[in-house]
């Protein structure tokens, strides 16, 4: 790959990044939303992760996870439990109010995603996928 198409992508990536990140639901509001969110969803489905669980699959540094559940825990929108058998375990579950934020968000945000990215076709929306997916698959540490 040369310079000029390393630019390009570049370029390409910023820019779906602002297309995507000005259509999502609550991004006036809260500039952070989409962070939130995919902290949230991360959390539901992966039932109880440990904090240094939440860290890697965001991909930041502990203190940035820790003051990121913190302040979904003071919203009421998570909740930490030690674990009975190793108190030094502590695991990160959503609230009632979590769930229902979180679904409400993607209800809207799949309505936003899809209209991003009608203009592509089916094969070219699995081929996508696939290659973001194996980009993260690469990368993952």
């Not at 009608?118 to 997916?133: F, M, P, T, W, Y």
């Amino acid at each position: 790959m040369n310079k000029i198409q390393l630019r390009e992508l570049s370029s390409l990536f910023f820019s779906m990044k602002q297309i995507l990140r000005s259509q999502l639901p609550d991004h006036e509001v809260d500039p952070n939303a989409w962070l939130r969110y995919e902290t949230m969803r991360y959390v539901r489905d992966a039932h109880g992760p440990t904090m240094h669980d939440v860290a890697a699959y965001l991909r930041i540094k502990a203190p940035s996870a820790t003051s990121l559940i913190s302040h979904l825990a003071k919203s009421g929108l998570i909740t930490r439990k030690g674990e009975k058998a190793d108190k030094r375990i502590v695991r990160i579950f959503l609230t009632a109010r979590g769930k229902r934020e979180v679904d409400r968000y993607e209800s809207r945000s799949t309505v936003m995603m899809r209209a991003a990215f009608s203009k592509l076709g089916d094969r070219e929306l699995r081929d996508l996928v696939k290659i973001l997916r194996h980009l993260q698959n690469a990368h993952r540490t």
